[in-house]
């Protein structure tokens, strides 16, 4: 499923590689191509422009942070737009009303009568429901005939009436034959045309009209691509249905359908058809179908992890910095906004590595952090990378400029000079070595 798509994406996700960061050129040179997949897997042109023009947005106004490659960004700008397309959530069916009547409508050959069979089976056993199926498509007998077997397979009870050619009257009986049963839930299985008809619509109204469903599903085949987005629109402007079935998803399909339906008629898509067995019937989850899409969960929940938890490209960098005794005023700086960016200092200074040790065993608050820039801020770029110039000339001159006192400059400076050890020492004891006990 979506083959094509997913290699065709993963490609134009390369062109970021190597790319230091995200910029508007990169960015529009990645997004032409993935507008090309999207289109050749038959999406809708005018989603497609859409949601590349989203994801554009998206990427463009990204806080990046470098624990994360651009090209890793935008998997994950991309899987988030595209789980967004198709609707973010899972959306369940309205079961209400005693019983509960679920409409199915589609053209013919769209897989309604198999899904009717595949939903009675899903809610008798996962939802240890009642259902009863009813067999409306009074012009092809087979058509009853393909539901009772389906039926028996799967031990539902099925109501029909070969002689009937009311679907509406056959509907009315369904429901009052429900109710006399026990049942409480009414799938109604109606007939469809190899192409939209006037007749074959004015008939499922009028049964939507006496039947009043709790939910009218719209069955549609997803390989048929575009036109199944222009079949959802014509049947959505007559119906107004609840929801879209997409079947046949195990088979070759582009994935325009799905990806382009949930727009064009702003219904969300319910279930997903995976072949014609009676269990191979799935809900409908974007975020899953999203992650399949790309296959690439793994740089997705990456990037998740990077985007929640602490700058680590960042942090290995400090770390080489001290491990040289090079750590100076200017990477202080950093880590302060940084901190401070990330809320709860107690807290989250536990998950910097060297530096937040340090720090937090340096009693520090956001008032603390007020001064200390100043005096950092007061101080010249020279000064901030060679911390060890500052002599008394240079410490009086940054005190009078950040408004505090020569002694308030001392004590940053010693503080630095054992935050600047302390850092070391801690460094000492990754890679397995024992910290060496100080002597008592
Ligand atoms: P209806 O005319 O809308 O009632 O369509 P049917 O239920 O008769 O389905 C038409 C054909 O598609 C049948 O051969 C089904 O077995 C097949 N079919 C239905 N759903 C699926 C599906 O999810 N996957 C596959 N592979 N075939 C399906």
Do not use: W
Not at 197 to 207: C, N
Not at 251 to 275: C, E, W
Not at 281 to 295: K, N, S, T
């Amino acid at each position: 499923m979506f083959e094509n798509l997913s290699e065709r994406l993963e490609r134009s996700f390369k062109i970021l590689k190597g790319e230091g960061k995200i910029t508007e050129l990169n960015v529009a040179e990645t997004l032409k191509d993935v507008r090309r997949a999207l289109l050749e897997a038959d999406v809708n042109y005018n989603v497609a422009k859409k949601f590349t023009e989203e994801v554009k947005e998206k990427a463009l106004g990204q806080n990046v942070l470098t624990a994360v490659r651009p090209g890793e960004l935008m998997v994950k700008i991309v899987h988030d737009e595209l789980a967004q397309l198709m609707g973010s959530k899972a959306t369940e069916i309205n079961l209400k009303g005693t019983p509960a009547i679920i409409l199915m409508s589609g053209l013919q050959g769209s897989g309604k009568t198999t899904f009717s069979g595949k939903l009675a089976h899903l809610l008798k056993t996962k939802q240890s429901k009642k259902p009863l199926l009813v067999a409306c498509d009074v012009y092809r007998p087979a058509a009853i005939e393909q539901l009772r077997v389906l039926a028996e397979q799967i031990a539902v009870p099925v109501y029909f009436d070969l002689e009937s050619k009311d679907p509406v009257s056959i509907a009315r009986r369904g429901v009052a034959e429900a109710m006399a049963q026990g049942c409480d839930v009414v799938i109604i299985d109606t007939a469809g045309r190899l192409a939209i008809d006037e007749e074959m619509m004015r008939e499922i109204q009028a049964v939507k009209e006496a039947i009043r469903p709790s939910e009218t599903l719209f069955v549609v085949d997803s390989m048929t691509g575009q036109d199944a987005v222009n079949t959802a629109k014509e049947f959505n402007d007559r119906l107004d249905f609840d929801g879209v079935v997409l079947t046949k998803l195990d088979g070759d399909t582009r994935g325009g359908a799905a990806l382009s339906i949930r727009t064009v008629v702003d219904k969300p898509i319910k279930f997903v058809g995976m072949g014609e067995k009676m269990d191979a019937l799935d809900v409908f989850h974007p975020e899953r179908m999203a992650d399949r899409i790309l296959g690439m969960g793994d740089i997705v929940s990456l990037v998740e992890r990077a985007q929640q938890l602490y700058d680590e490209r960042e942090a290995r960098r400090l770390e080489e910095r001290i491990a040289k005794d090079q750590f100076d005023f200017n990477d202080f700086l950093t880590q302060i906004h940084q901190i401070k960016k990330m809320g709860n200092i107690k807290e989250l200074a536990a998950m910097i590595p060297g530096v937040g040790k340090a720090l937090k065993d340096i009693d520090i608050n956001d008032d603390a952090f007020k001064s200390i820039e100043a005096i950092i801020y007061s101080m010249t770029p020279e000064e901030r990378a060679k911390p060890h110039i500052l002599d008394g000339h240079r410490r009086k001159r940054i005190a009078l400029g950040s408004g505090t006192t020569v002694q308030d400059v001392n004590k940053l400076l010693t503080q630095f000079t054992q935050t600047r050890k302390m850092m070391k020492t801690l460094q000492g004891f990754k890679g397995g070595k024992m910290p060496k006990m100080p002597s008592m």
